[in-house]
T-cell receptor
Framework: KNEVEQSPQNLTAQEGEFITINCSYS?????LHWLQQHPGGGIVSLFM???GKKKHGRLIATINIQEKHSSLHITASHPRDSAVYIC????????????FGQGTRLTINP | DAMVIQNPRYQVTQFGKPVTLSCSQT?????MYWYQQKSSQAPKLLFH???????NEADTPDNFQSRRPNTSFCFLDIRSPGLGDAAMYLC????????????FGPGTRLTVT
């Protein structure tokens, strides 16, 4: 079992829909990242969380440390949001190394 | 302004011909990472530097080497590229503070012919 599990692995939705991507992890962490990667592109960091909730534009990320769970929400989704979204954690034992989930491939149709 | 810069963005090399990928940063971060990412897979850490201290992952092939001549620059050398080394190579940097964010470069896509 991976230390970081994301669901769903693939998600297709219509423009305007509210999107939720989930991430569960099994290790103690100091921080959790949500990353975005467009097809063939590099990685962009969306959020880094260690508690609570963060919002940036239409994106919202939450984390529940006790339940070892985080969610990424996209409101009013748009085709340009189509990308792979990756959850990655900085484990307490990890010596500055990220542990990655397998990613969620999001497709927003117009 | 670009903070983590990778050159080139696309590199084509021949089977067995050594190739070097470069990464530079303007953030003065202590930690620099090299990842390999193959299609539809999560990034795989190859090695990282904490200042000048080199940390190799146990399963990184000997074919992959790295140099960090100063804080700003880090190089990935692939001594004898095989077809299986075709991938996106990502550089990232991070401040020494455990809770600080990791910043990724745009990546170099390597093709081996």
């Amino acid at each position: 079992k991976n230390e970081v599990e994301q669901s769903p692995q693939n998600l297709t939705a219509q423009e305007g829909e509210f999107i939720t991507i989930n991430c569960s992890y099994s290790v103690g962490i100091s921080a959790l990242h949500w990353l975005q990667q467009h097809p063939g592109g590099g990685i962009v960091s969306l959020f880094m969380l260690s508690s609570g909730k963060k919002k940036h534009g239409r994106l919202i990320a939450t984390i529940n440390i006790q339940e070892k769970h985080s969610s990424l929400h996209i409101t009013a989704s748009h085709p340009r949001d189509s990308a792979v979204y990756i959850c990655a954690v900085l484990s307490l034992q990890g010596a500055q190394k990220l542990v990655f989930g397998q990613g969620t491939r999001l497709t927003i149709n117009p | 302004d670009a903070m983590v810069i990778q050159n080139p963005r696309y590199q084509v090399t021949q089977f067995g011909k050594p190739v070097t990928l470069s990464c530079s940063q303007t953030l003065n971060h202590n930690v620099m990472y090299w990842y390999q990412q193959k299609s539809s897979q999560a990034p795989k850490l190859l090695f990282h530097y904490y200042d000048k201290d080199f940390n190799n992952e146990a399963d990184t092939p000997d074919n992959f080497q790295s140099r960090r001549p100063n804080t700003s620059f880090c190089f990935l050398d692939i001594r004898s590229p095989g077809l299986g080394d075709a991938a996106m190579y990502l550089c990232a940097t991070k401040d020494r503070n455990l809770r600080s964010e990791q910043y990724f470069g745009p990546g170099t896509r390597l093709t081996v012919t």
